[in-house]
């Protein structure tokens, strides 16, 4: 009879232990899976982000050309501004602007 418990107790016990093993395996695959999920995701996430960042440098890139453009526009709108300052101040001291431009009023 002692043996019959123990041998129904071992049954009961493996079962036991075949039911927990299974729970087990079953939440370690499920937990696996959603890890494997959540890396994927992330993944995903990173590459969205090195996209952006890559047009983000893109933008930056032709920005910073327009703006060195803009700047030698500039140089040179500065250049002949100074050019045309100069030649208006050599017409003013030149003698026909300071006579008076006598060849019109002998005409």
Same mark, same amino acid.
């Given at each position: 009879?002692?043996?019959?418990?123990?041998?129904?107790?071992?049954?009961?016990?493996?079962?036991?232990?075949?039911?927990?093993? #299974?729970? @087990?395996? +079953? /939440? =370690?695959? %499920? *937990?696996? !899976?959603?890890?494997?999920?959540?890396?994927?995701?992330?993944?995903?996430?990173?590459?969205?982000?090195?996209?952006?960042?890559?047009?983000?440098?893109?933008?930056?890139?032709?920005?910073?050309?327009?703006?060195?453009?803009?700047?030698?526009? #500039?140089? @040179?709108? +500065? /250049? =002949?501004? %100074? *050019?045309? !300052?100069?030649?208006?101040?050599?017409?003013?001291?030149?003698?026909?602007?300071?006579?008076?431009?006598?060849?019109?009023?002998?005409?």
């Amino acid at each position: 009879l002692k043996v019959a418990r123990l041998e129904g107790s071992a049954g009961a016990s493996e079962h036991i232990t075949e039911q927990i093993t #299974a729970r @087990v395996t +079953s /939440e =370690v695959t %499920a *937990a696996r !899976e959603e890890a494997l999920k959540e890396a994927w995701r992330a993944a995903e996430q990173v590459k969205e982000l090195e996209i952006t960042l890559q047009e983000r440098e893109t933008l930056v890139t032709d920005l910073q050309q327009k703006l060195e453009a803009a700047a030698a526009s #500039a140089q @040179v709108a +500065s /250049e =002949v501004a %100074a *050019a045309a !300052e100069a030649r208006c101040a050599q017409l003013e001291q030149s003698p026909r602007a300071r006579d008076g431009d006598d060849t019109q009023s002998q005409a």
